[in-house]
């Protein structure tokens, strides 16, 4: 009836890891109240776009990431305040656990990546920062992203002048 494969299985692992991050991420995203830069966070996601995107990126010697603010913006049409400013942080969060597997995959193993993906997906301190109005669960998926790309070019013989 059904043919299950390894790579079915696998996948299906990748499923769960993915939901139990989910699960984990949006308990009380919302409950609590918006602290310190939360609170700047959420003013500059009210404003309009031509302003986010005016006062993103480095100003005053300050990294101000303008994805994570367009994100935050659109977010609001949601609803609720603290839950809709953290939804991109929780979108990024979950990103990451993807994206670990496929580190992991690509160093090591299929079974790795599902460890590193569910290792991901209960760290605390990645679920802190997935349930945070901020864009420190954004840097942590670029990161990895970059790493990704900078292995599987190099991998190739790609250089930054064929890159480019």
């Known amino acids: 009836m059904f043919d299950l494969t390894a790579k079915h299985i696998v996948y299906f692992f990748l499923l769960l890891a993915l939901l139990l991050g989910v699960a984990l991420r949006l308990h009380h995203l919302g409950y609590k109240s918006f602290w310190g830069d939360e609170i700047w966070t959420a003013q500059v996601a009210e ?8 006062h ?6 300050y990294w ?19 839950f809709a400013v953290r939804l ?6 979950l990103l990451g656990i993807a994206m ?5 995959r690509l160093f090591y193993s299929k079974a790795v ?16 920062y997935s349930q945070e109005a901020r864009w420190y669960s954004q840097l942590v998926f670029f990161s990895m992203v ?3 790309f900078f292995i599987v070019l190099s991998c190739r013989g790609i250089t930054s002048e064929k890159a480019a």
Do not use: N, Q, T
């Not at 404003?47 to 005016?54: P, Q, T, V």
């Not at 990431?65 to 609803?79: E, I, K, Q, T």
């Not at 991109?88 to 969060?93: E, V």
């Open 56 to 61: 993103s990126g480095v100003v005053s010697g």
């Open 100 to 104: 670990i597997y496929r580190l992991g």
């Open 113 to 128: 990546g599902l460890v590193a993906a569910v290792l991901l997906a209960i760290s605390p301190y990645h679920l802190w």
């Open 47 to 54: 404003r309009s776009l031509d302003y986010i995107l005016a």
């Open 88 to 93: 991109p942080a929780l979108i990024f969060g």
């Open 146 to 148: 970059s790493l990704f």
């Open 64 to 82: 101000r990431p303008p994805v994570y603010l367009v994100m935050a913006h659109f977010a609001l049409f949601v609803g609720h305040k603290e």
